[in-house]
């Protein structure tokens, strides 16, 4: 296994799912669990991109619903990793819903997940660290470090 530092966009991962009746309440509003499936499928695509090894969801530092979704809504979630320790990485997920019939999108969520990567004996391995080219790749980085101190200071 390489642990030569990788791009964020070596990460980058797009999900997309057209919400149905299934997905739903009675009323049409997409339940709050198919969001966050949707998240952590994304968030993980995106993990397993980096570390190129089996990932598993250590932990959902921060989820936010900041607007409904409704049947018929094209959902789209989009990942990258913010930032690697040794052992574990940072993957934020921003989730969008557009109206297909109307063209009208809206932000519907952010998520901050927290990952390992898990060899074949079952432990955490370490991880690539992860290079971030652009300013606002910098910027997330620093603010998930940031997020990283307070979830160790938690401990």
């Given at each position: 296994m390489s642990l030569t530092p990788k791009p964020v966009s070596a990460s980058q991962?797009?999900?997309?799912?057209?919400?149905?009746?299934?997905?739903?309440?009675?009323?049409?509003n997409v339940h709050g669990g198919e969001i966050m499936?949707?998240?952590?499928?994304?968030?993980?695509a995106a993990a397993t991109r980096h570390a190129r090894q089996r990932v598993v969801t250590a932990r959902v530092d921060e989820l936010s619903f900041v607007a409904p979704v409704?049947?018929?809504n094209l959902v789209t979630a989009r990942a990258s990793v913010n930032d690697v320790g040794t052992r574990s990485m940072e993957v934020g997920v921003r989730v969008d819903a557009e109206d297909l019939l109307t063209g009208r999108t809206a932000h519907v969520?952010?998520?901050?997940l927290v990952f390992v990567a898990i060899g074949d004996d079952g432990r955490t391995v370490p991880i690539?660290?992860?290079?971030?080219?652009?300013?606002?790749e910098r910027r997330r980085m620093s603010q998930a470090k940031i997020r990283r101190e307070r979830r160790l200071a938690r401990r």
């Open positions: 991962t797009v999900f997309s799912k057209t919400m149905l009746p299934s997905d739903a309440n009675p009323s049409g499936r949707l998240i952590d499928e994304c968030a993980g409704y049947v018929g969520s952010s998520a901050y690539a660290p992860v290079v971030a080219e652009t300013d606002e």
